[in-house]
Structure formats: C-alpha cells, structure tokens
C-alpha cells in the first residue's frame, strides 16, 4: 500500500515570508501534480513533475522533484494573500493508484 | 478551454429525495471522475469512467449512481441519501484513464437534511 504524506498541514505566515510544503511516499511515483484549491472552488492544476531531478518554476513557486521520485516540494517566495489556500498534492503509481495528500491549509497575512 | 462545468453550484435535498449531479467537459477527454470531499479533507475518489465505461468504483454506496451519456458528459444520481453525505462533490477530466493532469469543476455543494 502505498502511503502518501504532506506537510505541514497547516501554515499561517506573514506576507512577504518563504515557506515550503514536502510531499512524501514510500514509493516512487510515476508522475506528482500539485494543485491549488480555493474555499468552495474546484482544485486548479499547477504543475506536474514527472523526471528525477526535475525543478519547475511558476511565478514565485518553485517545485521540485526527488531524484529518487518519491518526494517533491513547493516552494513559495515572498508569499502574498492571493497565495492563501489549500495546496495538494497528488500522485501517481506505475500500477494506475493515485492518492492526494491530506493538504496544506496556507494562510498569509497582510 | 480547459474548462469543466457542473451544475447545480448549490443543491439541498431530503433523504427521501431523488437528485442528480451534472458535468460536462469540451476538451476531447477520454476520462472523467466523480470526487467527494468533506470539509478540511483532500478529495476522495468515488467512481472513474474511461472512454464512456465505468473503470472504478470505489465502494461508493448504491444511493449514488454514475452515468456517462457520451464522451462529454457525466452524471450523478442520487437518492436516499443520508446527512453524513452533505458534502463537496468535485467532477474532473483526464486526457486517458492515467490520473494525470486533472481539470477539476468548481464542484456541488451538497447539503442533505
């Protein structure tokens, strides 16, 4: 079984901070997407990661892939307020499971 | 236009009602998923149809039926459902049946009194 694990859960930071939320399996992936998800909105795709290794850049967030292809990160710099939100991550195994991560809850303060 | 609709936004219904959800997408997606989701939860998987055939089901109770008229559309029935079943009900689409890339609506608040 494979186990998918994010954090932190939660995050309240001032605006103008970094911070950086881990996704985590005990297996590799075949592919990890994160997304991010407004109060009362569907989930929006943000990137997908698919190489070991792989860094991909979106604005100010950063996303990276293990090199082994069971980790990956986001990475936001000089957080605003329009960043607040629920961040997932998802992931995909080579046998077609795919498991979210229980979510980070961003909140960041003017 | 990688958009996905759904309708209604908002939906109240009694337990002895019967209900249904509705999705439609435009981006020539092979695969489309039904998704519940409680409050400060991630999404849980409830059923995936691939090519207009139900692929998975996800143990999900009989009071909630799928339906994929055609290639564009997915549907939710529901019926005889229970408080315990109020709740964000998310559909998305797939380019195939791979999990990947996800295109979410912005889902049906559903409250059950």
């Known amino acids: 079984t494979q186990l998918l694990e994010q954090s932190p859960q939660f995050l309240s930071i001032q605006e103008g901070e970094n911070l950086t939320v881990y996704c985590n399996s005990s297996s590799v992936f075949s592919s990890l997407q994160w997304y991010r998800q407004e109060p009362g909105e569907g989930p929006v795709l943000l990137v997908t990661?698919?190489?070991?290794?792989e860094v991909k850049k979106l604005k100010r967030l950063t996303f990276q892939f293990g090199d082994a292809r069971k980790d990956s990160s986001l990475h936001i710099t000089a957080a605003q307020p329009g960043d607040t939100g629920l961040y997932l991550c998802?992931?995909?195994?080579?046998?077609?499971?795919?498991?979210f991560g229980a979510g980070t809850r961003l909140t960041v303060k003017p | 236009d990688t958009e996905v609709t759904q309708t209604p936004k908002h939906l109240v219904m009694g337990m002895t009602n019967k209900k249904s959800l509705k999705c439609e997408q435009h981006m020539g997606h092979r695969a489309m998923y039904w998704y519940k989701q409680k409050a400060k939860k991630p999404p849980e998987l409830m059923f995936v149809?691939?090519?207009?055939?139900?692929?998975i089901n996800e143990s999900v109770p009989s009071r909630f039926s799928p339906e994929c008229p055609n290639s564009s559309l997915l549907n939710l029935h529901l019926h005889a459902l229970q408080p315990e079943d109020s709740a964000l009900y998310l559909c998305?689409?797939?380019?195939?049946?791979?999990?990947?890339?996800?295109?979410f609506g912005p889902g049906t608040r559903l409250t059950v009194t």
């Open positions: 998305a689409s797939s380019q195939e049946w791979q999990f990947y890339e996800q295109y």
């Open positions: 990661v698919v190489t070991g290794g």
């Open positions: 149809y691939s090519y207009e055939k139900l692929s």
């Open positions: 998802a992931g995909q195994y080579n046998n077609n499971d795919m498991r």
